[in-house]
């Protein structure tokens, strides 16, 4: 049996699995067009997305979550153009980030944008923000604790 050599990311034509390319950057953003997923295990179910502008000291970092297991329920429908786009030929090829919003003072009242996630095709790497066809099911504001716990998570942490 033959086998392959050491391969190093520039020996293949598929972008690095952290690694995200976003055309029209996103949603107020539309100068940082290059992003990349940072997976720090204390953080989970959490991942940084790092966000680069036209320069090497334009960087902005964001929050974001993978849904499933987390929003019981979500279920995101885009619009046909905009899985056109993204060269979606399936939906399991269909990443979807939701960018939370986490106040220090009060981690437990994190929130998470549901209506305008951002979707990358997971065999381009390559995404969009979105707002998603059945927005009116969804909150941009939508509360990762329910209220009755927080207060309860609040004092235990």
Avoid at 91 to 115: C, F, G, S
Wanted: hydrophobic share 40%; proline share 10%.
């Amino acid at each position: 049996m033959k086998v392959l050599p050491e391969l190093y990311p520039t020996d293949l034509d598929i972008p690095p699995a952290n690694e995200l390319e976003l055309p029209y950057g996103l949603i107020g953003f539309a100068q940082y067009k290059r992003a990349e997923l940072l997976y720090l295990p204390d953080h989970l179910p959490f991942l940084w997305m790092k966000l680069q502008g036209p320069t090497e000291h334009d960087q902005l970092h964001f929050i974001v979550i993978e849904p499933g297991g987390i929003v019981p329920g979500y279920e995101p429908e885009i619009f046909d153009g905009d899985a056109e786009q993204l060269d979606l030929r399936d939906p399991a090829e269909a990443m979807v980030l939701n960018i939370v919003t986490l106040q220090r003072q009060h981690p437990v009242e994190a929130t998470a944008n549901l209506i305008g996630p951002l979707i990358v095709n997971r065999r381009t790497r390559i995404g969009r923000q979105l707002v998603i066809a059945n927005y009116s099911r969804y909150s941009a504001h939508h509360s990762l604790v329910e209220n009755s716990q927080a207060p309860a998570l609040a004092r235990t942490a």
